[in-house]
């Protein structure tokens, strides 16, 4: 197997990807770039753009603008050299469901140049990987949904790309073999590969990714570590109280605090934005008391991925 | 070159895992071999047996040639022939009555008649069933008769020219024992033309390939369907390989399917195919004509069930039209269309070939079929792609 030798410190460098569709621009002058060991999250929701993305930095169709370079390399479907730097876990199962799975590893680490005794040791390193090693001769058809998810992740490890690119690796997938999944890309970059992971579940994100870049109508909206990006909603928490009395009342008193910055009445309760929530609260709960407000229950929702991407596209992560 | 032999391996276990392979490529095709065989054929082979049959006659002849015609006919060697003489009033009655397949009255003097340029007339009465064996005893009797007519002729010619009447009987005898202007010969049919049963096991070869090397090329879109492709696209090998493979998959198949079938159809039906070199010959350029068929489906259909409809529909027709269940003739521009069907071309090559032609001889049917597989792969290069080559 020709080793492929990682000519600049990014694996992988993304400049100015523009993609069109007939009329639609699916992907929009895309630019990041991801470093060896570093997981690097596209997050947004379902049509934002992510598996075009994916599809042209994997060498599956050509970019109409831009540039994608694998380990040095530039990546084009017709490619060869920067394809063995890349593992390509797609978001739909890529198994041959009449092949067992040490068939279907085999094949593919042979395309991957693979061979003997490395492919054997490799396939059966990656089945232990994967937990399927006493399964390992069934054919794929009668495995869970679980352990076909599995191994459509280990087919893309095989042979230790320098780039492992998952897309959305834990759709439809129960919650038992998500959390493998998810423990296995944290190994993964423990041990030095740089991992490319589109999601649009926000806990996934944050748990995965050393930077994360908003994705939304084919344009990133933001890029950075997970607290870089909270700082853009101005890093201001919610307070919601819930309960009856003089809502309104208490709405105009808890407006003149100074750690409030905005106020909301629903009827039902108020909800607050306030800087530092859990130093006002007690402030905020007395207050609202004052003023004839019977508070039955708080609750502090500190700012999340989900808040920056309400905050910078002024839409929810799952519309 | 790794990479591509990988995929074929790949992709001929998995065929052969799952079995649909074998069910349409072989056990369909012998099946249906076996059902038209019956239908169309019989049970028997393809040679006709004719039964015992008994002519009724009458022998008021005295001279040579009203025995030699009842001897010729009792003494036929391709079939049993029973000769039971009467007088000659009663030749109609016991034909009828008896069931004999024929009844011959031939009338006193006709000899000499015959002998001396004179006309003369031999009566024949068919029995009642007419049969198969009723044919051939009086085109038997005819070409006797017209031998004898040879002899009057040529009497009546010499008579014309004053010969003398020694010497005119002695040309008449001459001419009348001459050569028979009508024999019967078993032997096979026009070089070309395969026999019934052969042509079922040729035909449903040539039609059945059609499907066997659609799990090649149009393999492409359940690799789409079921995810591979993107991940097969992603690999360090080249779409052109990733369809080279498909094709070469196609190709094996169907060449394999293709000598399973002429092999097994030969020897359950008794059919000889001739030389095995042309055979292969004729295999690999039919093949070859069918899997450039598949590249052009898959630039026209989107998905796998679309391609065996496409498949399975261009199969029939030119299955059909190349004579692959009953033989097709046209004249003019539809004979021409029809000689360019890959299968027809590559019936009537096994048909060259079961008469003891050799490579040369089926240069044009070879031609027909390589010409078929250029014209196929330059169409799908022209055809906008919408397919699974998309």
């Known amino acids: ?319 | 070159m790794h990479g591509l032999w990988t995929m074929v391996a790949n992709d001929l276990r998995q065929r052969i895992r799952d079995k649909s392979v074998f069910i349409f490529s072989l056990i369909v095709p012998l099946a249906l071999m076996g059902v038209l065989s019956l239908v169309f054929g019989g049970l028997g082979d393809d040679s006709v047996d004719l039964k015992p049959a008994t002519v009724i006659a009458s022998a008021d002849d005295a001279g040579p040639l009203g025995a030699a015609l009842l001897g010729a006919v009792d003494s036929l060697e391709i079939m049993d022939v029973t000769v039971r003489k009467v007088p000659a009033g009663e030749v109609r009655s016991e034909t009828q009555a008896s069931g004999a397949a024929l009844g011959i009255i031939i009338p006193a003097g006709f000899s000499d008649a015959a002998l001396s340029g004179q006309p003369a007339a031999v009566q024949l009465v068919e029995g009642n069933g007419a049969a198969l064996e009723t044919g051939v005893l009086v085109s038997v009797v005819q070409g006797i008769v017209d031998q004898f007519a040879a002899g009057t002729v040529t009497a009546a010619a010499g008579g014309a020219a004053g010969l003398p009447d020694e010497q005119l009987a002695a040309l008449a005898r001459e001419a009348a024992a001459g050569p028979p202007l009508l024999t019967l010969t078993e032997g096979q049919a026009a070089a070309e033309q395969l026999s019934l049963r052969g042509t079922l096991v040729a035909g449903q070869a040539g039609l059945f390939l059609m499907f066997t090397v659609g799990f090649g090329v149009l393999g492409l879109l359940a690799e789409r369907e079921q995810g591979t492709l993107a991940r097969l696209r992603s690999m360090p090998v080249t779409g052109g390989a990733v369809v080279a493979a498909k094709a070469c998959t196609g190709f094996i198949l169907g060449a394999v399917a293709t000598t399973v079938l002429l092999t097994a159809g030969s020897r359950l039906f008794g059919v000889s195919f001739g030389s095995p070199p042309v055979v292969a010959v004729l295999v690999l350029s039919v093949v070859t004509a069918a899997t450039s068929l598949t590249f052009v489906v898959a630039r026209l259909v989107r998905t796998a069930e679309q391609a065996n409809v496409a498949q399975s529909i261009l199969a029939m027709v030119l299955g059909i039209a190349g004579g692959a269940f009953f033989p097709v003739q046209g004249t003019g521009f539809a004979a021409t269309l029809l000689d360019l069907n890959p299968i027809g071309a590559f019936i009537r090559g096994l048909g060259i070939s079961a008469g003891g032609g050799s490579l040369g001889d089926v240069a044009g049917p070879v031609a027909v079929m390589l010409g078929f597989a250029a014209a196929g792969l330059v169409l799908s290069r022209v055809l906008p792609n919408r397919g699974a080559q998309a």
């Open chain 1, 1 to 319: 197997m020709e080793a492929v030798q990682v000519q600049t410190r990014d694996v992988l460098d993304v400049s100015g990807l523009v993609r069109r569709f007939g009329d639609l621009t699916a992907v929009d002058g895309v630019s990041f770039q991801i470093r060896a060991g570093e997981t690097y999250g596209l997050l947004g929701p379902n049509g934002a753009g992510k598996t075009t993305i994916i599809s042209m930095v994997a060498g599956l169709i050509p970019a109409d603008e831009g540039t994608v370079r694998v380990a040095g390399r530039d990546m084009t479907p017709a490619e060869t050299d920067a394809k063995r730097a890349i593992g390509l876990v797609p978001q739909e199962l890529a198994i041959y469901p009449d092949l067992t799975a040490r068939e279907n590893l085999k094949f593919f680490g042979r395309l991957q140049g693979l061979a003997g005794k490395d492919l054997t040791r490799r396939t059966n390193e990656v089945l232990e990987l994967i937990g399927l090693s006493d399964r390992a001769g069934d054919q794929t058809k009668k495995y869970s949904g679980g352990m076909k998810r599995r191994l459509n992740i280990g087919i893309g490890l095989l042979h230790r790309p320098t780039l492992l690119i998952l897309d959305e690796p834990t759709v439809g997938v129960d919650p038992q073999s998500r959390n493998s999944i998810l423990e296995s890309v944290e190994r993964l970059s423990v041990e030095g590969m740089a991992v490319l992971y589109t999601t649009h579940y926000m806990e996934e994100a944050e748990r995965l990714c050393d930077r994360i870049a908003i994705i939304d109508e084919g344009r990133i909206q933001a890029e950075g570590t997970r607290d870089e990006l909270i700082t853009l909603t101005g890093g201001v928490d919610r307070i919601n109280l819930r309960g009856g009395g003089s809502t309104a009342r208490a709405a105009d008193a808890l407006r003149g605090l100074p750690a409030v910055q905005h106020v909301d009445n629903d009827g039902a309760g108020l909800m607050l934005t306030v800087s530092d929530g859990p130093t006002a609260l007690a402030g905020i709960v007395t207050g609202a008391g004052a003023a004839g407000m019977s508070v039955t229950s708080v609750e502090i929702v500190r700012p999340d991925l989900e808040s920056v991407f309400l905050h910078l596209t002024g839409k929810a992560l799952r519309d």
